[in-house]
C-alpha cells in the first residue's frame, strides 16, 4: 500500500457525479487537494447539470461532464470512462460510490483511490478510506480526505464569477427596479412536501417584512417546473409589489450572480442557500424535515424550525401526515428573524 505521508500526485481526479449542490459543496475539498497538492492538476468527473457550478474555478483543470443522453449504450459508457482513465490519474477520490464512479475508478488504475469506507464487495476498488466527518455537509465530505494529511478548517463552498456575468446581473436587476442591496432571494420551492414550507406562510411573511422594510423587496427564484409553486406566493401575497417573479428560469449561474448581490438569501432546505452562501450572501433557511448539518457554521447563516420531537426525521413523508414543523412555523416568527437579521 502506498504511504501517503510521502505521496505526491501529479494528476488527481474528483468523483460527484451528483447533485447540484452536493457538486458545489464537494467545492472545499477541491480547494483542499489544491492546497495540499499545488502542482498538481485536478479534474472533476460529473454530469453535464452540475458542470456550470464548476466554471471559473481556478483549483479545476477539466471538468468531465457526463451527458447520459448522448451516450446510448454500455459499450459508449464504457468507451467514455476509458477516456477519463486513459490521463493516467494517481489519484482518485470517490466522493460517491454510485455504479458510474466506480468504473471510472476501476478502469483508471491509479495508485491511490480514496474513498468513504466501502462495503465489502467493492473494497477492491479502493486502496485507501476514511469515514466522513460528522457535522456540516462541507466537513463531512472533506473528512474522507484526512488520509492524505487534510483536514477541513472552515471553508465554504465557492462559486466563481466572471465580471460578465456580474454586469449581466446588475442590468438585469434594474430591469426589475432593483438594487444591489435593495432586495431579498426567496426560495419558495421543493420537490418534497416535508421541506417545503406553505406558499400562504411565504406570501404573508413577505407582507409582514414588506411592511417594516418598504425599501426592500423580495426576489423569488425558481427551477424548471417550479414556476407554478413561485407564482403562488405572488398570488397569495397581500402585499404583491413587494415580490418580483421572474418570467423564465434564469440558470445556475445567473441565480449566484442576482444572488451575489442580494441582502438576504430566505428560503427551503434546498440548493440555492449554498449558492448563497458561495457567493457571501447571508442566509436564513426554513427546516422542516432536515436538520442543522447543511448549515455552514457561521453568524452570517442561520436555521428557523419548529421545535417538534419528530423532526428531523429527514423523511420524504410525514409519518403524522400533518407536515406540523412547517404548517405551525409561523409566518410573523420568520418575518420577526428576517428584520432580526436586517437589523430593523
Same mark, same amino acid.
Given at each position: ?34 492546497? %495540499?497538492?499545488?502542482?498538481a ?9 452540475c ?11 477539466? $471538468? ?14 464504457? %468507451? ?12 482518485? $477520490? ?9 468504473f ?7 495508485? $491511490? ?13 479502493? /486502496? ?16 474522507i ?20 456575468? /456580474? ?17 431579498? /432571494? ?45 407564482r ?7 402585499v ?27 428560503? @427551503? ?44 426525521c @429527514?423523511? @420524504? ?11 405551525n ?14 437589523? /430593523?
Amino acid at each position: 500500500m502506498t504511504d501517503l505521508s510521502s505521496f505526491s500526485p501529479e494528476r488527481i481526479l474528483v468523483c460527484q457525479l451528483r447533485q447540484i449542490g452536493d457538486v458545489l459543496l464537494t467545492t472545499p475539498s477541491i480547494r483542499l487537494l489544491h492546497e %495540499r497538492f499545488p502542482e498538481a492538476a485536478i479534474d472533476v468527473f460529473t454530469e453535464k447539470k452540475c458542470a456550470p457550478v464548476l466554471e471559473h474555478n481556478p483549483h479545476v483543470r477539466r $471538468v468531465w461532464a457526463l451527458d447520459k443522453k448522448a451516450l446510448p449504450n454500455f459499450l459508449a459508457e464504457l %468507451r467514455y470512462y476509458a477516456r477519463i482513465a486513459a490521463e493516467s490519474y494517481d489519484l482518485v $477520490v470517490d466522493f460517491q460510490q454510485l455504479p458510474r464512479c466506480r468504473f471510472v475508478t476501476l478502469l483508471s488504475r491509479a495508485e $491511490v483511490r480514496l474513498s468513504y469506507p466501502p462495503p465489502w464487495y467493492n473494497r477492491l476498488l479502493y /486502496t485507501h478510506w476514511a469515514p466522513p466527518t460528522p457535522g456540516y455537509s462541507g466537513r463531512f465530505r472533506a473528512g474522507i480526505l484526512a488520509p492524505l494529511g487534510i483536514d477541513w478548517n472552515g471553508q465554504a463552498p465557492e462559486l466563481f464569477l466572471a465580471e460578465e456575468e /456580474t454586469r449581466w446581473a446588475e442590468t438585469y436587476l434594474a430591469g426589475f427596479g432593483l438594487e444591489r442591496g435593495r432586495f431579498i /432571494t426567496l426560495d419558495p420551492t421543493h420537490r418534497r412536501s416535508t421541506r417545503l414550507w406553505p406558499a400562504r406562510h411565504y406570501a404573508d411573511m413577505v407582507a409582514m417584512v414588506h411592511a417594516a422594510r418598504p425599501d426592500l423587496r423580495f426576489f423569488i427564484l425558481f427551477g424548471p417546473g417550479e414556476e407554478a409553486m413561485a407564482r403562488e406566493v405572488l398570488e397569495l401575497c397581500p402585499v404583491p409589489a413587494a415580490c418580483v417573479l421572474p418570467d423564465t428560469v434564469i440558470g445556475l449561474r445567473q441565480m449566484a450572480a442576482v444572488q451575489s448581490m442580494a441582502r438576504l438569501h430566505v428560503g @427551503n432546505c434546498s440548493g440555492p442557500r449554498h449558492f448563497a452562501v458561495s457567493v457571501n450572501t447571508p442566509t436564513l433557511t426554513i427546516l422542516g424535515a432536515t436538520g442543522g448539518g447543511w448549515r455552514f457554521p457561521s453568524e452570517a447563516h442561520s436555521d428557523i424550525f419548529e421545535d417538534l420531537p419528530c423532526r428531523p426525521c @429527514n423523511e @420524504n413523508f410525514c409519518a403524522r401526515k400533518d407536515h406540523a414543523c412547517l404548517e405551525n412555523l409561523s409566518p410573523r416568527r420568520v418575518a420577526d428573524r428576517v428584520l432580526e437579521i436586517l437589523g /430593523t
